[in-house]
Each structure stands twice: as structure tokens, then as C-alpha cells.
């Protein structure tokens, strides 16, 4: 069946399905759907980010291990000496994407007809992943964000 895989079956499909209905995914062919949905692109877009996480994280530990982006006299030890605030330049480029495909994911559901369908509690954390990271971008020093992040990222 040409263009089965489309936002509108998809869309009819989460309206048809519910808890009470989970017998629905045994059909063949719906079961066939989402995972060449999965397959070929969801997981793409996982893998990338978790692998942006894994660096961010990375780099957000080893800049914090080696004594932050700056010390407390204003000298750049260790880690920061090599990459100045590579790390907080590196989340705030990851919160700049991720803040992208939030605006993407809000643009696409409209487009359907769905904007409301975005106001839920996953999409709020989503929305808190890009903002505090942007924060730790403005002001490197703040202990209570670089913890928070490390936790987002962890």
C-alpha cells in the first residue's frame, strides 16, 4: 500500500489507540509501520542524541574535575587551559538544536492540527533540557545549573 507511512495514518492511529485497546498492535501491518517509522528515522534521532549527551556530559565532567571554566584568581587550570569553556560552548550549541526540534516538533503537530497536543508534561521537561543549559551558558559559574545539567545529561 503506497503512503501508509504518513503523519496522517499516524495520527489517526494515536487517536485510535488507548490503554484500553492495546489488542490494536497486533495487526500486522500496524506492527510493520511503526517499526519502519522507528527504524528508519526515530532511532536516528535517539542515537544522535544520546551520543550529543554523551559529550556534552563528557566534556561538562572533565571541565568541572579540572576546576571549572575559571578558577576563583581568574587563571584557566587544567582542562579549561586547552578548550576554554569548550564544554559550556558545546551545551549551549546542544541546547540551541534541542531548542530547534522542540520548535519543530510544536510546528509540525499545528500543522496538523495539533498544537495543543504539545502542552504535556514530557514537552515541559523537554522545554526545561533547553533552557538550563542556555542558563549555564550565561553564567558558567553557577553551581545549582552545572549540577542540574549534569543530571539532564546524566
Known amino acids: 500500500v503506497p503512503d501508509l507511512v504518513s503523519a496522517d495514518f499516524l495520527l489517526a492511529w494515536c487517536g485510535a489507540s488507548d490503554d ?36 556534552g556530559l563528557s566534556l561538562l565532567l572533565l571541565d568541572t574535575t579540572s576546576g571549572g571554566p575559571a ?3 581568574g587563571a584557566l587550570p587544567g582542562f579549561a587551559q586547552n578548550g576554554a569553556m569548550a564544554s559550556i560552548d558545546f551545551i549551549a550549541a546542544r541546547a ?5 526540534h522542540e520548535a519543530a516538533q510544536f510546528v509540525g503537530l499545528a500543522r496538523l492540527g495539533r498544537a495543543r497536543a504539545y502542552l504535556d508534561v514530557g514537552n515541559v521537561y523537554d522545554l526545561t533540557r533547553c533552557v538550563l ?22
Open 71 to 73: 578558577g576563583a584568581d
Open 20 to 55: 484500553d485497546n492495546l489488542n490494536v498492535y497486533n495487526n500486522k501491518v500496524v506492527r510493520c509501520v511503526l517499526e519502519t517509522v522507528w527504524w528508519k528515522g526515530a532511532i536516528k534521532v535517539d542515537v544522535f542524541s544520546f551520543a550529543l549527551s554523551v559529550v
Open 96 to 100: 540551541l538544536v534541542d531548542t530547534a
Open 133 to 154: 543549559p542556555a542558563v549555564l551558558f550565561f553564567n558558567p559559574h553557577q553551581r545549582l545549573v552545572r549540577i542540574l545539567v549534569i543530571l539532564i545529561y546524566w
